[in-house]
């Protein structure tokens, strides 16, 4: 303990200098335990977070920030290291089974993931990381602990907060565990900065897990502009997919889970068809992502569901897939509908307005940030199907609004890039590393 202790002292000692030297961190520990950058978007447990880790480590790393990726290994033989971009390492650690685990039975190999960040470190000098910055509460307390072992400042993300999910829930949807809400308490506790996607998310960091006010900074999370732009257009990339030139395409993207709410489409089209049969010959809803969380209690729902409706010939089901593919699938649609209960910023709508398409989406969230309403979109408040089916049926009425709307959309997006992302999250270290120095002199006299 003792070796600890002086270690400790080295390194806040040294600390000060070094890091006025270095205003920003040269090097970050980045903690990403449930979901590896490496696993496709729209699978089990992967969505915006990993896109988001993955484009910021990269934008960070072209700023000479460079990042290490701690994740748990998923599938057996993989390497321990990966190079995932110049300066960004993506580091497997082994922590309980490969297969098999849901996010769920996770917290219960926090103890083995930490042991391997731990043994990972210990082949380094002193002071080898400069920050640590974890994604979502599992990484939290990884990040927690390794910060303090290593006398390092903590700046974490939550992504999504238990009460506020608890808090809208989706019909038949489970709530998340009291372990969770104790959890994310201690963390916005422990961490020098917390870092917030929206306004709002901060004000629910205060509001319900009394966050200090002083530590939480907000940063929009970005989209990648050379992926996601209109291209050579909606015409182009309906003759790439298959599709019908002509037909109004509403277009769910995301995992498919009671939290992201794709049965609310469904009945929204169900409800227009009853409305306008004469349409039902002109639409196609394509449906693409894969089961995750809750969702995968029922595999077949949304199926039966479309079946029920008596709409399963205007349904089309589509495993997920990559980002080039995802932005072609953007670009045909005719408007993005995201009806979620609950979304800390709903990336997926940045990326198909970056794309060139409008989106309604519910009014919850991030999304009233990132969706412009009225003019990139259109924002819904509650999930009554009616209400989605008014809009799809302006959508169908007027097909000027989809190219009209989508070049306001487009414009719009370009304000969200990562470089502005990365920068803002570099100023948070930065902010960061002063508070923990200036904390670790009053603790030191």
Request: some cysteine.
């Amino acid at each position: 303990m003792s070796q600890y202790v002086s270690r400790f002292q080295r390194r806040s000692q040294a600390a000060p200098h070094r890091l006025r030297l270095h205003r920003r961190p040269r090097r970050v520990a980045m903690l990403s335990v449930h979901t590896s950058p490496l696993h496709q978007p729209g699978t089990g447990d992967a969505g915006g977070m990993n896109v988001y880790i993955v484009e910021l480590a990269q934008r960070l790393a072209a700023i000479n920030i460079e990042v290490e990726i701690f994740t748990r290994a998923t599938t057996g033989g993989l390497p321990p290291t990966v190079e995932m971009a110049p300066g960004v390492l993506v580091r497997h650690i082994d922590a309980g089974p490969y297969e098999g685990l849901n996010k769920e039975d996770l917290p219960a190999q926090l103890c083995a993931f930490t042991h391997g960040v731990m043994q990972a470190w210990a082949g380094h000098r002193p002071g080898y990381y400069d920050l640590v910055h974890s994604h979502y509460w599992l990484s939290g307390h990884v990040g927690w602990l390794a910060a303090q072992r290593w006398g390092t400042p903590l700046v974490h993300a939550m992504h999504t907060m238990a009460k506020v999910k608890n808090a809208n829930l989706a019909d038949g949807d489970t709530p998340e565990p009291a372990a969770r809400v104790i959890g994310e308490t201690q963390i916005v506790a422990a961490a020098d900065r917390l870092i917030a996607n929206t306004a709002e998310e901060r004000e629910e960091l205060v509001r319900h897990y009394a966050a200090d006010p002083a530590k939480v900074a907000v940063v929009h999370p970005g989209v990648n502009l050379e992926r996601f732009r209109p291209a050579d257009g909606r015409a182009a990339a309906r003759a790439r997919l298959g599709l019908p030139q002509d037909a109004l395409i509403p277009l769910f993207a995301g995992r498919i889970q009671p939290l992201k709410a794709p049965d609310i489409l469904l009945r929204a089209v169900a409800v227009l068809l009853d409305q306008r049969p004469d349409l039902r010959s002109r639409i196609l809803v394509p449906v693409v992502g894969g089961l995750s969380g809750s969702g995968l209690a029922k595999p077949e729902g949304l199926q039966k569901l479309a079946s029920r409706l008596g709409i399963a010939d205007v349904v089309r089901f589509h495993p997920p897939v990559g980002q080039e593919q995802l932005a072609d699938w953007f670009r045909a649609a005719s408007v993005l509908v995201m009806p979620s209960y609950s979304e800390s910023f709903g990336l997926v709508a940045i990326e198909a307005q970056a794309a060139g398409t409008p989106v309604l989406a519910a009014a919850v969230g991030g999304l009233p940030v990132a969706v412009a309403d009225e003019r990139t979109g259109f924002l819904v408040r509650g999930h009554d199907p009616a209400a989605y089916a008014r809009v799809l049926r302006d959508f169908a009425d007027n097909p000027a609004l989809t190219p009209s709307m989508g070049e306001a959309a487009a414009r719009h997006a370009q304000s969200f890039g990562w470089d502005t992302a990365a920068a803002a999250t570099a100023d948070v270290y930065a902010a960061a590393a002063q508070s923990y120095r200036r904390h670790v002199r009053s603790h030191h006299g």
